[in-house]
């Protein structure tokens, strides 16, 4: 644990020689000492079960790690890909190289004479809870997420702290107190306006500010993360906002409402202050910085809104290279690529963890998934949500028609009725879903069957069916419930088995309208595999393809390309049809315009959970949604759990 931060607080840079050099002379004493142990607990206890049969590959095995931690890059055994080997060269820390030696060649010995009590011995971790409790600022074999953090106060609230590796990094580097103090002062800000450059008590005054209102500003200031969230009502008073600085209930309650623009500050000056006020979360462009010193306080992601340094895809796979040859078992990072990343950057990735023997690789692309719902990128919101002019007349009928009866009737379902199975095991549960459909092929009802799961939560699933199937035989479109219950977060969740197309579900209703919305919608980027990608099966014997490609609505199971055509008017019904509702003024859309005003209060939500690094999950434990992305699993920086690490 705390890689990143012993590296830091070193003033060693994470991407250099020297950095990969000192964490492969760490994980080789670790693993040594711990195979050392292994074969001494052998000699008292017995081996484990199976080594005599495994004795010479395991030996093996232990031989390379042995050559590893001497540096050599020849002579690995039964190895197709040779590992990186220990730069000794570029290791300053002559004693720990010499203690790697004795540790592998004492642990090979031990080993010849008596076995090992352990396979296998270590692996990397995220170690995200007992990090905690260590008191990391870093979990794993991660570089640190970022210079500045949020502090959660037992009495409620944030409290913004520099991360404590930076001040002893600096002190490393040769800086004196007061230079420390400002370059910190810089990332996490005065915490006042007092003196702030544009924006401060003498201008706001001129404003019509008085004494007890720069008074309750200057409250609000010490836990704003964007001093714009600081002027507002609730910290000046409604009163004082409409008689001292004269403005209206209308421009009050306006969610788009900028006061600090309004009282005549330009961009410049807000940015300006806010600076000074709230900091630049970064140490790019810090007073008494040194350009060649900024690589020791690069980060997995750009630090604050203008940050532009961050550490490269290599140098976390490079990093993850330098202590897989020591390592028993796999290492659990994630590599964070930016959403510019391209398909070859991550085949790139991949072949390059391949050659350098890597055992496994995680590669997160921002903005890749598309339940994230926060933006990499950090831009104002007026700049996020303009109005723009409408492209198209809202009652055109869109391109894929979907049907929507627009009746207060219930269209019944025939007595026989066509539809199908599919089986699925999710996180070791087993869901069957049955579907029933009209003669035109537009699904109708839906059966769910989890019999191993209890009485109350079998007749709840199917309770839920039965709701569903109502509301679709009253016309609500099936649309509608994917996008209403698609990404939903609760147990059983997990790897899918059994689905050819969904293969991950956070939920059992987020797999079923996954489904859903691919056989009979045609949502495909629901789907972790396109269909086009699989073999004909032998629902497609006996066939024939349909040419024309008129519009349509599903006939059943779309994935297998079953496809009728559009009929004027599904046989035996007398429910209208979107044609027949355009002509009446009745056409509805399937999802309404959200609101300008809603829009932009969820800009600002977003805007200050991405200035904290969350990603908008809840946390499992604690139910807080504080989790920042930490190696192959989401951290919660209130209660310090992981997303299925330790």
Request: aromatic share 8%; with cysteine; net charge neutral.
């Amino acid at each position: 644990a705390n890689v990143g931060g012993l590296l830091m607080a070193s003033g060693i840079p994470y991407d250099s020689k020297k950095a990969r050099a000192l964490i492969a002379g760490v994980s080789a004493l670790m693993t040594g000492i711990s195979y050392k142990t292994s074969a001494e607990l052998a000699a008292q206890l017995g081996a484990f079960k199976g080594f005599e049969k495994n004795r010479n590959d395991m030996l093996r095995v232990i031989r390379n790690h042995r050559r590893a931690a001497y540096g050599e890059s020849e002579g690995y055994e039964g190895l197709s890909v040779r590992p990186v080997p220990f730069s000794v060269e570029s290791c300053s820390d002559t004693a720990l190289v010499e203690a790697a030696k004795k540790a592998w060649d004492e642990a090979l010995e031990l080993g010849e004479r008596n076995g090992y009590r352990n396979a296998q011995t270590t692996c990397i971790a995220p170690t995200g809870t007992i990090g905690l409790i260590m008191d990391c600022d870093t979990t794993g074999i991660e570089p640190d997420f970022a210079l500045v953090k949020f502090k959660k106060l037992a009495g409620g609230g944030y409290f913004k702290i520099i991360n404590q590796q930076v001040p002893m990094a600096l002190r490393q580097l040769g800086y004196n107190e007061d230079q420390i103090k400002d370059i910190c002062s810089y990332a996490v800000g005065q915490g006042t306006l007092l003196n702030a450059p544009r924006i401060n008590h003498q201008t706001l005054r001129q404003k019509g500010f008085t004494e007890e209102a720069l008074s309750n500003l200057e409250l609000g200031l010490m836990k704003a993360f964007d001093i714009k969230f600081a002027f507002n009502t609730w910290t000046l008073g409604e009163e004082f906002c409409l008689k001292h600085l004269g403005f209206t209930e209308d421009q009050l309650h306006d969610p788009k409402f900028d006061m600090l623009s309004a009282l005549g500050f330009s961009k410049a000056d807000i940015d300006l202050a806010n600076d000074y006020c709230c900091g630049t979360m970064m140490l790019e462009g810090a007073p008494h910085m040194r350009e060649e010193h900024l690589s020791v306080f690069d980060c997995a992601n750009p630090c604050g809104k203008n940050g532009k340094r961050y550490l490269s895809a290599e140098s976390h796979i490079h990093m993850m290279a330098a202590a897989q040859p020591f390592i028993s078992g796999a290492i659990s990072k994630t590599i964070n690529m930016p959403n510019s990343a391209t398909v070859k950057d991550v085949l790139d990735a991949y072949m390059l963890s391949w050659k350098l023997g890597l055992k496994a690789n995680a590669i997160y692309r921002d903005n890749s998934k598309l339940s994230q719902p926060l933006s990499a990128s950090m831009i104002d919101e007026n700049e996020l949500f303009e109005d723009t002019p409408r492209t198209q007349d809202p009652a055109v009928i869109a391109e894929k028609v979907v049907t929507q009866f627009v009746s207060g009737l219930r269209r019944k379902l025939p007595a026989r009725r066509t539809g199908y199975t599919q089986k699925a095991i999710i996180g070791g549960h087993k869901v069957y879903l049955r579907t029933g459909e009209y003669q035109d092929g537009a699904l109708g009802e839906i059966f769910i069957d989890m019999h191993k799961e209890g009485a109350a939560f079998r007749s709840m699933m199917n309770n839920f069916a039965i709701a569903v199937s109502i509301g679709l035989q009253y016309g609500v479109p099936l649309e509608e419930f994917v996008d209403a219950f698609t990404f939903t977060r609760f147990e059983p969740s997990g790897i899918v088995q059994g689905n050819e197309l969904i293969k991950m579900a956070t939920s059992v209703t987020d797999y079923i309208f996954r489904e859903l919305a691919i056989s009979y919608l045609g949502r495909n980027e629901l789907a972790h595999i396109h269909p086009e990608d699989l073999s004909p099966t032998t629902a497609l014997k006996g066939k024939t393809e349909q040419k024309d490609e008129e519009h349509y609505v599903s006939n059943g199971y779309m994935r297998k390309k079953l496809h009728g055509k559009f009929p004027a008017q599904a046989s035996g019904s007398h429910m209208p049809f979107p044609s027949e509702l355009a002509t009446n003024s009745q056409v509805i859309t399937l999802s309404q315009a959200v609101s300008s005003a809603e829009q932009m209060d969820r800009a600002a939500q977003i805007r200050e959970a991405r200035i904290r690094g969350y990603e908008g999950d809840a946390c499992s434990e604690c139910g807080n949604f504080t989790l920042v992305r930490n190696g192959t699993c989401l951290k919660c920086n209130t209660c310090g759990s992981t997303s299925g690490c330790s």
